[in-house]
């Protein structure tokens, strides 16, 4: 009884204060934005919209952090990813299908380089997803200097395809009924966010994670293959970070070099706010989900007020990110003292 309180006031906790302080800010801005709409089924649905890219790739990053690595590659991976298939459907006229198909494999082949020099040469996974943050980057800026903007008819339709919820309508001035919709982005997003909380909580693979962030020498002494397990979580994290990329390059429909510029950071601080410990074993894809949800409220809180400057949103992140690392550090301690 004592371990599974603990686990119910430390770990549970701070999702629980994630998801309350969601919805606390959410209901403030539909009582003081009420005027301008806030509270319409739409402005929720934007969030998952322009968060599509960052839900799946702060996934990635969640099952990373639980193995106790990081991953600060992702932002320029990201960019990579939207040049090159810019690139290869305006310039190599290269179909949308074929094109994701290959930045897929890209993200693969991330994720094994990557991960092999974490978990099999034990190079410190900053160092290791430095490089490729520094190498993304540039081989974006090598593909093209100049910003690519996509033009190809399938992967428009795709960006721009409206799937239309049948409730929430609202009738506007010209008396036509407009319900609220999802573009495909989304719905591929929380496809992907079941299917990881689902191999986290419920497979042998997920609870090999959990339990080489927790403690490694205990994994070890388990029997678990610890390289194998890192080098899978990066694996998974890169294949993760390329189809967040396409997601990405669905709502820019474009490619340029200075894109998703701080993209990592926004991946690590909604993970930790969503509960993720920097230490390893201890995240849920839940929590970074509404990490990523915090983050795109703010941003709509400025964009309803209209006068404050986009900078408050990386303002409040970073007190938010503050908080819950202290959080986590309370929690941290409470636990040592429990021993």
């Known amino acids: 009884m004592g371990k599974r309180k603990f686990k119910l006031d430390g770990n549970t906790y701070l999702l629980l204060i994630t998801i309350l302080l969601f919805v606390v800010m959410y209901a403030v801005g539909m009582i003081v934005f009420q ?24 996934a990635g990053m969640t099952i990373v952090m639980i193995t106790g690595g990081i991953d600060i590659s992702v932002g320029s991976v990201v960019a990579l990813i939207s040049m090159l298939l810019a690139w290869m459907m305006e310039n190599k006229g290269i179909g949308a299908v074929p094109a994701v198909i290959i ?98 909580k419920y497979t042998k693979f997920g609870r090999s994670i959990y339990a080489v962030g927790g403690n490694e020498q205990s994994a070890l002494l388990m029997g ?75 941003e709509t809180f400025i964009t309803f007020q209209g006068t404050l400057s986009s900078w408050w949103t990386k303002i409040t992140i970073a007190a938010l990110l503050a908080f819950f690392i202290i959080l986590q550090s309370l929690f941290a301690k409470a636990k040592e003292k429990s021993k």
Not at 36 to 46: A, C, H, I, P
């Open 35 to 58: 005027n301008k709409g806030f509270g319409r089924l739409q402005v929720f649905l934007n969030l998952f919209i322009s968060n599509a890219g960052l839900i799946v790739i702060a």
């Open 103 to 200: 930045v897929l494999i890209v993200g693969l082949v991330f994720g094994v380089m990557q991960g092999f020099l974490v978990a099999y040469l034990k190079i410190q996974p900053f160092i290791v997803t430095l490089a490729g943050m520094f190498f993304a980057r540039g081989m974006t800026a090598i593909i093209s200097q100049e910003m690519i903007s996509i033009k190809n008819d399938v992967f428009l339709s795709w960006a721009n395809a409206n799937i239309y919820l049948p409730f929430g309508g609202i009738v506007n001035k010209k008396g036509v009924m407009l319900y609220p919709y999802v573009y495909p982005s989304v719905i591929i997003a929380i496809v992907i966010l079941i299917a990881v909380y689902i191999m986290l």
């Open 224 to 298: 678990l293959n610890v390289r194998r397990i890192k080098l899978k979580a990066y694996i998974l994290n890169g294949f993760l970070c390329a189809i967040g990329g396409f997601l990405f390059c669905l709502n820019t429909s474009a490619g340029f070099v200075e894109q998703a510029k701080g993209f990592e950071m926004e991946a690590i601080a909604s993970a930790v706010i969503g509960g993720t410990l920097l230490t390893g074993g201890v995240g849920n894809v839940i929590g970074s989900l509404f990490g990523v949800l915090i983050k795109g409220t703010i």
